[in-house]
């Protein structure tokens, strides 16, 4: 199994407590819930989202099986992100939705953004990438077609076959 794995720092200035339940409802309003494997510890909160082995048939981020774990001790809130990418070959631009992400919710945390759903935004990501390899696999598959139906014309023109 390959994993992609990303950890953030977030300083907190006030409650650590308020700030775990903000990212939990942040990360729930997202699409995560709460691990089976989840500490009873009130210091730690563990999400996952997500399907183990869909980056074989999927290119949208959010379908990745992806674990996200915050524990906040006396320095702050120490973010990390576990993603399965059995299946993908990930590019700066996937490898940046999890940081997009994670900005916000340090933001929503913060109280500096409202809560938001990056699934739809996402979505729209993987299927604008979708249509662009089609597109490019449907002229590979021209391209291919045209140089068969051609060696097959000028092989039967000098009497090949």
Not at 79 to 96: P, S
Not at 98 to 119: C, F, Q, V
């Amino acid at each position: 199994m390959s994993q992609f794995e990303e950890t953030f720092s977030l300083p907190v200035d006030d409650d650590s407590s308020r700030c775990l339940n903000a990212l939990r409802s942040f990360y729930e309003h997202n699409g995560y819930r709460p691990s089976a494997t989840n500490p009873s510890a009130s210091t730690t909160i563990v999400l996952t989202r997500g399907k183990p082995s869909a980056g074989w048939w999927s290119s949208n981020m959010t379908d990745l099986y992806t674990t996200v774990s915050a524990t906040a001790d006396d320095e702050g809130i120490e973010l990390t992100y576990r993603v399965d990418t059995t299946g993908q070959h990930l590019t700066d631009e996937d490898e940046a939705f999890w940081r997009r992400e994670a900005t916000s919710a340090k933001n929503y945390m913060r109280g500096h953004k409202p809560l938001i759903d990056l699934r739809p935004i996402e979505a729209d990501r993987a299927k604008k990438i979708k249509r662009e390899h089609r597109g490019v696999a449907l002229q590979g598959a021209f391209i291919v077609i045209f140089i068969v139906v051609t060696t097959v014309l000028i092989s039967d023109f000098y009497g090949c076959f």
